[in-house]
């Protein structure tokens, strides 16, 4: 059975962190490894085991989740001489959360495959609350055998857990929720803005407007925040940045034209400019409050 398997973990940053915690309550055995031992203290203290390296994770557990930054840090972690495929051994499932580009998910399958292991795509949607509160989307692609056996293990993560077909289609499924979300963000901003300016209490508006049609997890999560000026990251803008331009582009090589994420990325670009990139992307309200 999987649920007696150990789990292997890899980035235990803002998701990652509060996955393994839930993954540690529902009584699995879980490897970690991130690239500053410091960070995961805690998780060590609460019970999960430090391993050195990559390659050590993968040949000391049965099932590998990965959560990092970037799709060339998914490529590092994966396909180098030191990385999963390398030192997995077979029979091994391999998951990988982090948002990056359907073709390299695509990839990884098919490498992994050749060595007899079993990869999934699966990125989520939820932020640091859904993490924390194991309640994240988890959107998968791949074998449907593969998705079988590891979905206690997602069940431990989150709620909402759908195949959404093979290779790369969890990856596709993750790039339309940040497609919904960009435009989604400017109307939050300045719907917010509006109230104010309007000589109406911004948090009183929310409370008429999160219930309606305008219902959204960025008005009803997002929105108290800029209010109170708390922009700490649930979701760096600097990823979601990367998760836009990954968007844009996939978009762009099916012909397909995106005019608001477009909009959108282009101010994520300025806000970071402005020394913004590691707020939460909640902090686009200053581009539309200069009171802020």
């Not at 490529?75 to 029979?91: K, Q, T």
């Not at 963000?185 to 917010?192: D, H, R, S, T, Y």
Request: proline share 3%.
């Amino acid at each position: 059975m999987l649920s007696k398997m150990k789990i292997g973990f890899i980035g235990t940053g803002v998701m990652g962190k509060s996955m393994v915690k839930n993954l540690l309550l529902a009584g699995y055995e879980v490897n970690i490894y991130t690239r500053t031992k410091a960070k995961a203290e805690e998780l060590i203290r609460q019970g999960a085991t430090w391993t050195n390296s990559v390659a050590e994770v993968a040949s000391q557990s049965n099932v590998i989740i990965t959560i990092v930054g970037y799709p060339q840090d998914v490529m590092e972690v994966y396909l180098n001489d030191n990385g999963i495929i390398a030192h997995a051994n077979p029979g091994t499932y391999v998951i990988d959360m982090t948002t990056s580009k359907p073709k390299l998910a695509k990839e990884i399958y098919e490498k992994a495959m050749e060595k007899g292991i079993h990869a999934l795509d699966a990125p989520v949607s939820g932020g640091d609350i859904g993490a924390k509160n194991g309640t994240l989307a988890i959107m998968v692609g791949g074998d449907e055998d593969a998705f079988n056996q590891v979905l206690p293990i997602f069940k431990a993560m989150g709620e909402n857990i759908i195949l959404q077909g093979k290779a790369g289609a969890g990856q596709h499924t993750k790039l339309s929720n940040q497609i919904a979300i960009a435009t989604n963000m400017i109307g939050v901003c300045e719907a917010i803005v509006y109230a104010k300016k309007a000589g109406l209490n911004p948090a009183r508006v929310l409370e008429s407007i999160s219930t309606g049609a305008a219902g959204s997890f960025s008005l009803s999560k997002l929105a108290p925040r800029m209010i109170e000026g708390d922009f700490d990251p649930g979701f760096y803008v600097k990823h979601f940045i990367k998760d836009m331009t990954i968007a844009l582009e996939s978009a762009e090589e099916m012909g397909f034209s995106t005019p608001g994420l477009s909009l959108s990325l282009q101010l994520y670009k300025q806000l970071a400019e402005k020394g913004e990139a590691d707020s939460g992307t909640q902090a686009l309200i200053k581009l539309f409050d200069s009171s802020i």
